[in-house]
């Protein structure tokens, strides 16, 4: 095992009311308009769950809370790990600061989002709480 930390990137799977929040990438060219979960890097000395919460904020402009992990990390380029997790908005409505455009996406919609590869590990779960959402709306379908 090698001395040198992994680098850790984090991802919000932000929910509310029964939708998941992607947003639509700017950069690099080969991800420029494909969607994602926001996030993004872990500085030295920061953890996880602050890193996320402060890269939301930066991204979206808003505050957040910081929940469990999903299951699974995946392997980026460069010796990166990626790692998501639960999010859930605190205060603020979501701005696209750094991308292209934002979308609220609920289970019949997230399958048919051109999604990152990275992201896609997640889609099952991502699903499984879109649709066991506690917050998901109760009115006719």
């Given at each position: ?27 690099p060219?080969e ?16 953890s996880?769950?602050?890193?996320l919460?402060r ?6 402009g808003?505050e957040?809370s ?19 997790y639960?999010a859930t ?7 696209a ?8 996406v609920?289970?019949?919609m997230?399958?048919?989002m ?27 379908s």
């Amino acid at each position: 095992m090698s001395g040198t930390p992994t680098a850790v990137v984090v991802a919000a799977a932000l929910t509310h009311e029964g939708t998941l929040l992607l947003a639509q990438r700017t950069r690099p060219p080969e991800l420029a308009g494909l969607w994602e979960l926001p996030g993004g890097k872990v500085e030295p000395g920061e953890s996880e769950d602050s890193a996320l919460a402060r890269e939301l904020r930066e991204e979206l402009g808003v505050e957040c809370s910081i929940g469990a992990a999903l299951s699974g990390d995946v392997d980026l380029a460069g010796g990166l790990v990626l790692r998501a997790y639960r999010a859930t908005l605190v205060s603020g409505t979501p701005a696209a600061l750094e991308h292209s455009a934002l979308r609220w996406v609920d289970a019949a919609m997230l399958p048919t989002m051109d999604l990152v590869d990275a992201d896609r590990l997640w889609l099952p779960e991502l699903l499984d709480i879109l649709l066991t959402s506690p917050e998901r709306s109760s009115g006719p379908s």
